[in-house]
């Protein structure tokens, strides 16, 4: 996206509001280490919601005794597909905004849910799913500055 245009200008505005929101929906998640939210979005309506945490029916509690995060801890990512999924929307050509860039198992799920754009505010340190994403031609627009003084990167 060209955001130097009036459209692309307005877009990033767009873009801005809902990762502000994805950031704000992960303060929903139980866990200590990361707190990461996702909106998917289509036609200008948001069809479906995640933050990473466990399953439902499971404690609230993310990490080990050893701050190690538990295996079976679910990505915001995956939450908002899975989601997505049970409801009677279809994110084929969505957009999903994330605040922290996906993993390799999230970068798969996100390909074969059809989902076109990726918007994200923090890069992971492990970019091999960004790399996927990228490889199966998805947009990714990485906005790391969102205007807040509150929302830094972790």
């Known amino acids: 996206m060209d955001y130097n245009t009036t459209s692309g200008k307005k877009q990033r505005g767009i873009d801005i ?9 992960g303060s929903n998640s139980y866990c ?12 200008k309506m948001i069809i479906s919601d995640g933050y990473n945490g466990t399953p439902a029916g499971f404690e609230n509690e993310c990490e080990e005794n050893d701050n190690v995060t538990k295996a079976y801890v679910l990505h915001a990512e995956a939450n908002a597909i899975t989601k ?3 409801s009677n929307n279809s994110s084929d050509g969505s957009t999903l905004y994330v605040t922290t860039s996906p993993c390799m198992e999230c970068s798969k799920l996100i390909i074969q849910a059809g989902i076109s754009r990726v918007v994200f505010i923090e890069k992971y340190r492990i970019t091999d ?7 199966a031609n998805i947009k990714l627009e990485h906005i790391s500055e969102i205007g807040d003084e509150d929302i830094q990167e972790r």
């Open 17 to 25: 509001r809902y990762l502000k929101m994805a950031h704000i929906w």
């Open 32 to 43: 200590k280490r990361r707190q990461v939210g996702a909106l998917l979005v289509k036609d």
């Open 84 to 86: 997505v999924a049970k």
């Open 129 to 135: 799913g960004l790399e996927l994403l990228s490889r």
